[in-house]
């Protein structure tokens, strides 16, 4: 109990909960999963107020709006977020499945003058720094806008799937995993070497090597900082490690998570670590900020429970998220199924050298003097992102540009 007479306790945890089924008949499980889904998208469109979706035109929300069109006789209103920059565009293929299954689509089309007038209002809305958000804000805003009050979103199938490259990563480093942890000697030379890069990738390849036990709850965390420790210690004064369950919560119960299928392990330190202090915080803050409630049928915990338990050989993704692609055969369209996939990301790597550069200079130049930031490389690494170094990535310099905001916003000195 707590000082107050309060009590916390977990009440569930994906994977906590036994399934009795029989995973073996392959046929029988895509069946079921079908169904899970199913269930999950018909108990978030209930609602007496519109609802609509938002349809990326990747395969977790053509999935969303497919079965929405499957379990309703009106059309489903749709929304799509499209850009002049090509490569970071998608509206063709949100286009294919709207015209799929008949929905009443509409396209948001953001230009960089479009988001500077609503991206200080996001970071506004922020009761706490996060690099994540801001687009969600903007194109929640534009479907409120458009008269929704609720939407369906298709986050958290790449968790539940093993959309992410890291799913196959952590299965292939399963099969030499004891090979590895035998060469420590061997490991800590090479960390030391790699230590001295100024590529925040091969750092983190340093920290790997270094650690001294290769398990999900060490690995995890270091695939998903955008910056390694070794690059934060260089851009500022702070001399401290985060505990690893800041960044992946419940992973201290490692032996419990070690239990699961490999990629399940995955799955649930998503659960603990990424979605539950980023994804889903940001989507439903920046969602709600412009009063649009978000709903997400991929959190379903009946379809997470089921799916948890999935063997590695049935979720192992022969192709992008392939048990989710043959469960709901022959929903999607091949064009669909078969692209590249490019999350939901705008463009800010050419925003902030462009249009969004005076906007982040402005604030890197003032963290710069912050005592606690090593302003010299900071600005370095600034100089070195304008200059096209691939070695710097957006997301490194947009974290001090958000904080930025928000110590200036809270007037934190």
């Not at 565009?89 to 709207?98: F, L, P, R």
């Not at 015209?99 to 706490?128: K, N, V, W």
């Not at 402005?362 to 606690?372: E, G, P, Q, V, Y």
């Amino acid at each position: 109990f707590g000082r107050n007479g309060s009590r916390s306790c977990v009440y569930w945890r994906a994977g906590a909960v036994s399934i009795d089924f029989d995973y073996r008949d392959k046929s029988a499980a895509k069946r079921r999963i079908r169904e899970l889904l199913r269930n999950a998208v018909e108990r978030r469109m209930v609602s007496d107020v519109p609802l609509g979706a938002f349809l990326s035109g990747g395969i977790d929300s053509s999935v969303v709006v497919g079965l929405m069109a499957e379990l309703s006789s009106e059309r489903p209103v749709t929304f799509n977020v499209s850009f002049s920059e090509r490569r970071y565009d998608e509206s063709k293929y949100a286009g294919i499945v709207a015209r799929r299954f008949h929905t009443r689509h509409e396209r948001i089309d953001i230009h960089p003058d479009h988001f500077l007038g609503q991206m200080e209002d996001a970071l506004d809305a922020m009761d706490s720094p996060s690099a994540d958000g801001a687009n969600t804000y903007v194109v929640s805003r534009s479907i409120r806008d458009a008269g929704i009050k609720v939407a369906l979103s298709g986050i958290g199938g790449d968790e539940l799937f093993a959309g992410y490259p890291f799913f196959r990563t952590w299965f292939e480093m399963n099969r030499y995993r004891r090979l590895f942890e035998g060469t420590a000697r061997m490991r800590n030379l090479l960390s030391t070497v790699l230590s001295h890069s100024n590529n925040s990738r091969l750092q983190r390849v340093s920290e790997i090597l270094g650690m001294r036990k290769l398990d999900i709850r060490n690995i995890y965390p270091e695939f998903r900082r955008v910056m390694p420790d070794l690059l934060i210690k260089r851009l500022t004064n702070l001399d401290f490690r985060l505990p690893l369950e800041s960044e992946a919560g419940n992973l201290s119960t490692a032996d419990d998570i070690e239990k699961l299928p490999i990629l399940a392990q995955v799955t649930a330190a998503e659960y603990d670590g990424y979605t539950q202090n980023t994804l889903l915080k940001d989507a439903d803050q920046m969602s709600m900020a412009v009063s649009l409630e978000l709903r997400e049928p991929f959190f379903d915990h009946d379809l997470i429970d089921f799916m948890m338990h999935v063997p590695d050989e049935l979720r192992y993704p022969s192709y992008p998220k392939s048990l989710l692609v043959d469960s709901v055969e022959p929903l999607l369209p091949r064009e669909v199924v078969h692209r590249r996939k490019q999350g939901f990301l705008f463009p800010w790597r050419i925003w902030m050298r462009g249009p969004l550069r005076d906007f982040c200079e402005n604030r890197l130049k003032t963290h710069a003097c912050r005592d606690f930031i090593n302003g010299p490389m900071l600005m370095d690494r600034w100089k070195m992102f304008l200059s096209g170094d691939a070695s710097v990535s957006w997301q490194e310099l947009w974290q001090f540009v958000v904080l930025e905001h928000w110590m200036r916003r809270n007037h934190v000195d």
